[in-house]
């Protein structure tokens, strides 16, 4: 089964916070990782994405942390801000699925100032 | 680029209507996406296409739903008779490998009310 598992499904940071979301995969045929971030009334927009032959790639404020033995990922993103409060949804996708990803259920993150 | 192109935005019909959602996808993106989101379900993929045919339809909840790609510059999702547990969002995203990898830009998307 290609899931993708995300968590936790809500998350409360204070301004300045680290805020931490993780994903874990199962389809050892992935080869590609975003993370998509949507407001309110928006579509998912690409934030950050890895390839597995790295273990970190950060992007700003925003890191993905890649561990491939444990087939997990996780979005930190450092110094919070208000402006970030949204949704992120991580997702995979490989060969096998040829450009079709598969998605977490989503995160949603509230900043408070 | 514009992006994608979604109309109408928003969609408020009858049940037992027919419902057309339209999607123009970025120039040059050989693959096509539609996906539904509600809170109860989350992001579901629904159909995608690639080239203007579609490879996957697994994700098509019935057969009151069909989509069509006849070019490759535009796609319909259409919804015939309507039911009011299709109120949903419905997203269209296009993409195209680049360096190995396929990222998906998705448009604004269509709130689809049905009453």
């Known amino acids: 089964q290609q899931q993708v598992k995300q968590s936790p499904q809500s998350l409360i940071v204070q301004k300045g916070g680290i805020s931490i979301i993780n994903c874990a995969y199962e389809?050892?045929?992935?080869?590609?990782f975003p993370w998509y971030q949507q407001f309110p009334g928006k579509g998912p927009a690409l934030l950050i994405a890895?390839?597995?032959?790295?273990s970190e790639k950060k992007e700003g404020r925003f890191t993905i942390s890649f561990n491939k033995s444990a087939k997990q990922f996780s979005l930190h993103i450092m110094d919070s801000q208000p402006g970030d409060s949204a949704t992120y949804f991580c997702?995979?996708?490989?060969?096998?699925?040829?450009?079709?990803?598969?998605f977490g259920d989503g995160t949603t993150l509230t900043v408070k100032p | 680029d514009a992006g994608v192109i979604q109309s109408p935005r928003h969609e408020v019909t009858e049940m037992g209507q027919e419902v057309t959602l339209r999607c123009k996808p970025i120039?040059?993106?050989?693959?096509l996406f539609w996906y539904r989101q509600t809170m109860m379900r989350g992001l579901e993929l629904l159909i995608y296409?690639?080239?203007?045919?579609?490879?996957?339809d697994s994700g098509m909840p019935e057969d009151r739903f069909s989509a069509k790609m006849p070019n490759a510059s535009f796609s319909t999702l259409k919804i015939q008779p309507s039911e009011p547990r299709d109120s949903a969002v419905y997203f269209c995203?296009?993409?195209?490998?680049?360096?190995?990898?396929?990222?998906?830009?998705f448009g604004p998307g269509t709130r689809l009310t049905v009453t």
């Open positions: 995203a296009s993409s195209s490998r680049t360096g190995g990898i396929y990222e998906q830009y």
């Open positions: 389809n050892t045929a992935f080869d590609y």
């Open positions: 890895i390839r597995p032959d790295v």
């Open positions: 997702a995979a996708s490989g060969w096998t699925n040829a450009g079709k990803s598969t």
């Open positions: 120039s040059g993106h050989d693959y």
């Open positions: 296409f690639n080239n203007n045919v579609p490879i996957d």
